[in-house]
C-alpha cells in the first residue's frame, strides 16, 4: 500500500518537473497557446477564443483569412430549392437528369450564434441538396469525394445492387463513382453516406432528400422540404439540439410566410439518430397525410405524426385563418432545443382580387 503510494508521489513529481522544463525550454510556444484560436463566424467576421475547441482537428486556426471551409446555409433558400439537374433527352426520349454531387468531410458550420460544428457535406451544406425527378426518369450522380475519408451516396428507392452505394466504397480525395437508375418509386426519399461508422457518416451531415414526382404531376402547391435532424455537438452518442432543416429555432426566427386559402405541400424527412422517433405537430390546423408519398391518396388527415430514422412522407393543408401558427415536435424536449418553428399566414385575398381587376382591365 505505501510502496504504491510513493509510485505516485513519485510519478507525479515527474511529471511535474517534466512541464516546468517544457515550459523554460519552449515558453514562446505555451504562450501562443494562451493566445486563442480565429474561427470565421457566418456573417463574414472572426472570434478569437481560449475556450475548449469542439474539434480541434478542424476548427482551429491562426490565420485570419481562414474562410474557405465554412458553410454558408440558409434555411429559408433551402425550405424551397429544388435541384432537377442537367436535362437531356436519351436516343429513346427517355429525360436524363445529371446530377454532380461533391462530398467534403472538414466544413465549419456556425449552427448557432458562436456555436461551431465540424460538419461532412454533400455540395456543401447540410442537408445536401434535393436532388428532384420524375418517375421512370435516368438519374445519374457524378459523384466525387473530396473529403479525407471514404464515402458513397445510398438513396431509397428502386435501383440495381451495384447502385446502393453501399459496398462500392468511394476513396477520399477525389475518389469517383457514377450512380445511375430510373428514377422510382413515386414518393420522397432519403439519401445518405451509407460509409461504417454509418451513424457517425450520417449525423455529421451526410444526407438529403430525393423527390420522385407522378408523371402526371401533383395539385400546384407552395411546395417545400424540412429534413428533422440533430446535431451531437459533444460526441456522446446524443443529441443536444434538434431542428427543421439544421439551424436551431431558425423558422421560429425567421416564420415561413404563406397565404390562406393555397394549397402547402411539405416534403418531410425524419434523419434524427440516436433518438428512436420524432414527431411533427401543427397548430390551428389539420393536414392530409401520404405516408412516403407513394401513394396519391392520403392515409390520414391529422395533426401529428410519428416518424422513426429515415421514415418520411408528404404533408399537405391550407389554412383558412391569417395569423402565426407554430409547427414543432410534440416530443417537447426537441422542441425546446431547436425543432420548433412558424408559419405566419398571410391573407391576400384582397390583394388578389385587386390583381384580377387590373388583368381583365375593369
Ligand atoms: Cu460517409
Same mark, same amino acid.
Given at each position: 500500500?505505501? /510502496? #504504491? ?8 513529481? #515527474? ?9 523554460v525550454t519552449f515558453p514562446e510556444t505555451i504562450n501562443a497557446q494562451l493566445e486563442g484560436n480565429i474561427f470565421a463566424t457566418h456573417s463574414g467576421g472572426t472570434i478569437t477564443t481560449t475556450g475548449v475547441v469542439i474539434d480541434p482537428v478542424y476548427t482551429t486556426t491562426t490565420d485570419p483569412e481562414y474562410t474557405e471551409a465554412t458553410v ?13 439537374? #442537367? ?82 466504397? %468511394? ?6 463513382? #457514377? ?8 414518393? %420522397? ?5 451509407? %460509409? ?15 423527390? %420522385?414526382?407522378?408523371?402526371e404531376g401533383r395539385p400546384a402547391a407552395d411546395e417545400m422540404v424540412m429534413v428533422l435532424n440533430g446535431l451531437d455537438m459533444d460526441f456522446d452518442g446524443e443529441n443536444n439540439f434538434y431542428a427543421a432543416n439544421t439551424i436551431p429555432f431558425y423558422y421560429q426566427n425567421n416564420p415561413i410566410q404563406i397565404n390562406t386559402d393555397e394549397l ?72 425546446? /432545443? ?25
Amino acid at each position: 500500500m505505501n /510502496k #504504491t503510494r510513493s509510485k505516485i508521489i513519485l510519478t507525479s513529481l #515527474t511529471v511535474i518537473i517534466a512541464i516546468s522544463a517544457l515550459y523554460v525550454t519552449f515558453p514562446e510556444t505555451i504562450n501562443a497557446q494562451l493566445e486563442g484560436n480565429i474561427f470565421a463566424t457566418h456573417s463574414g467576421g472572426t472570434i478569437t477564443t481560449t475556450g475548449v475547441v469542439i474539434d480541434p482537428v478542424y476548427t482551429t486556426t491562426t490565420d485570419p483569412e481562414y474562410t474557405e471551409a465554412t458553410v454558408e446555409f440558409d434555411p429559408m433558400e433551402y425550405l424551397r430549392e429544388f435541384n432537377y439537374g #442537367t436535362v437531356s433527352t436519351l436516343p429513346d426520349g427517355t429525360t436524363l437528369r445529371e446530377f454532380t454531387i461533391i462530398a467534403e468531410d472538414d466544413q465549419i458550420m456556425e449552427v448557432s450564434p458562436g456555436i461551431f460544428f465540424n460538419v461532412w457535406t454533400f455540395n456543401g451544406t447540410v442537408p445536401g441538396p434535393t436532388i428532384r425527378a420524375t418517375e421512370g426518369d435516368i438519374v445519374r450522380i457524378n459523384f466525387i469525394n473530396n473529403g479525407a475519408k471514404s464515402h458513397t451516396m445510398h438513396f431509397h428507392g428502386i435501383h440495381p445492387a451495384e447502385m446502393d452505394g453501399v459496398f462500392e466504397i %468511394v476513396g477520399g480525395g477525389g475518389g469517383q463513382f #457514377t450512380y445511375e437508375f430510373e428514377a422510382g418509386p413515386v414518393g %420522397v426519399h432519403p439519401y445518405h453516406c451509407h %460509409v461504417m461508422p454509418l451513424e457517425e457518416h450520417i449525423v455529421r451531415g451526410l444526407y438529403g432528400v430525393f423527390i %420522385v414526382d407522378p408523371k402526371e404531376g401533383r395539385p400546384a402547391a407552395d411546395e417545400m422540404v424540412m429534413v428533422l435532424n440533430g446535431l451531437d455537438m459533444d460526441f456522446d452518442g446524443e443529441n443536444n439540439f434538434y431542428a427543421a432543416n439544421t439551424i436551431p429555432f431558425y423558422y421560429q426566427n425567421n416564420p415561413i410566410q404563406i397565404n390562406t386559402d393555397e394549397l402547402v405541400r411539405i416534403y418531410v424527412v425524419n434523419m434524427v439518430e440516436f433518438d428512436p422517433i420524432n414527431n411533427l405537430h401543427l397548430h390551428g390546423n389539420l393536414y392530409n397525410y401520404y405516408p412516403t408519398g407513394t401513394s396519391l391518396v392520403p392515409s390520414t388527415f391529422t395533426d401529428m405524426i410519428t416518424l422513426s430514422q429515415t421514415e418520411r412522407g408528404i404533408m399537405e393543408f391550407q389554412y383558412e385563418f391569417p395569423g402565426k401558427y407554430l409547427f414543432h415536435a410534440h416530443k417537447v424536449e426537441f422542441s425546446e /432545443k431547436g425543432w420548433v418553428g412558424i408559419f405566419q399566414v398571410t391573407d391576400n385575398s384582397e390583394d388578389k382580387k385587386l390583381a384580377e381587376k387590373i388583368d381583365h382591365g375593369s
